[in-house]
T-cell receptor, first 114, second 113 residues
Framework: AQSVTQPDIHITVSEGASLELRCNYS??????LFWYVQSPGQGLQLLLK??????LVQGIKGFEAEFKRSQSSFNLRKPSVHWSDAAEYFC????????????FGPGTRLSVLP | ETGVTQSPTHLIKTRGQQVTLRCSSQ?????VSWYQQALGQGPQFIFQ???????GRGNFPPRFSGLQFPNYSSELNVNALELDDSALYLC????????????FGQGTRLTVV
C-alpha cells in the first residue's frame, strides 16, 4: 500500500528566508506526486504536481519541488517565504491508475515570523 | 478559483444519528471524490464517483455511502454516527477523472457528540 510521510509536523521560518518541506513516499512504481496547501478554514489548493519528465517541477506562488527516485522523496521548496505562506502543507501520492484516490501525508504546518 | 461548494459548513449530530453532506461540483466536472480529515491529520480517501457510478473506495465501512446526481452534484451519507466520525469532510471534483486538477471545496465540519 502507498504511504506518505512528512517528517516535520511544524516548521517556523522568518519572512524572506528559504523553505524546504520534506516528503517521502512508499510505492512500488513511479507514483503521481502532488503538493497541496490548506489555509485555515479553507479547502485544499494544488501547488504543483509531478507525473513524469523533468524531475524539478514549478508550481504556483513561487514554489518548486524536486522528485528524487533514489530517495523516494518529493521535497517542496521556496527561495523566499512570504507571511501569506503560513498554512498547512500536504504531500500526496496517487497510484498509477485512473482516479482521484490520493493518499495524503499528515501535513506540515508552516509558521512565518515577521 | 475553485467552484466546488459544500453544505452545510458546520454540523453537530448525536451519536447513532444519520447525516447527509452535500457537494456541488465545479461546472462541467463529472468526477467527485470525498475525503475525511480528522483534526491534525491529512485527508483520507472515502470514495469516488464518476458519471454517477462509484469507481473507487477507501478503507471506510459500508455505513459511509454516497450518491452522484445527473448534474454531477454529490452527497455523502453516514449512518450510525460514531464519535470518531467527527472530522472535516472534503469534496473534490475534476473533469473526466484521472489526474486533471482536482478542485477541493472548503469542507463540512462535522461534530458528533
Amino acid at each position: 500500500a502507498q504511504s506518505v510521510t512528512q517528517p516535520d509536523i511544524h516548521i517556523t521560518v522568518s519572512e524572506g528566508a528559504s523553505l524546504e518541506l520534506r516528503c517521502n513516499y512508499s510505492y512500488g512504481a513511479t507514483p503521481y506526486l502532488f503538493w497541496y496547501v490548506q489555509s485555515p478554514g479553507q479547502g485544499l489548493q494544488l501547488l504543483l504536481k509531478y507525473f513524469s519528465g523533468d524531475t524539478l517541477v514549478q508550481g504556483i506562488k513561487g514554489f518548486e519541488a524536486e522528485f528524487k527516485r533514489s530517495q523516494s522523496s518529493f521535497n517542496l521548496r521556496k527561495p523566499s517565504v512570504h507571511w501569506s505562506d503560513a498554512a498547512e502543507y500536504f504531500c500526496a501520492v496517487a497510484p498509477d491508475n485512473y482516479g482521484q484516490n490520493f493518499v495524503f501525508g499528515p501535513g506540515t504546518r508552516l509558521s512565518v515570523l515577521p | 478559483e475553485t467552484g466546488v461548494t459544500q453544505s452545510p459548513t458546520h454540523l453537530i449530530k448525536t451519536r447513532g444519528q444519520q447525516v447527509t453532506l452535500r457537494c456541488s461540483s465545479q461546472s462541467g466536472h463529472n468526477t467527485v471524490s470525498w475525503y475525511q480529515q480528522a483534526l491534525g491529520q491529512g485527508p483520507q480517501f472515502i470514495f469516488q464517483y464518476y458519471r454517477e457510478e462509484e469507481n473507487g473506495r477507501g478503507n471506510f465501512p459500508p455505513r459511509f455511502s454516497g450518491l452522484q446526481f445527473p448534474n454531477y452534484s454529490s452527497e455523502l451519507n453516514v449512518n450510525a454516527l460514531e464519535l470518531d466520525d467527527s472530522a472535516l469532510y472534503l469534496c473534490a471534483s475534476s473533469l473526466e477523472g484521472g489526474y486533471t486538477e482536482a478542485f477541493f471545496g472548503q469542507g463540512t465540519r462535522l461534530t458528533v457528540v
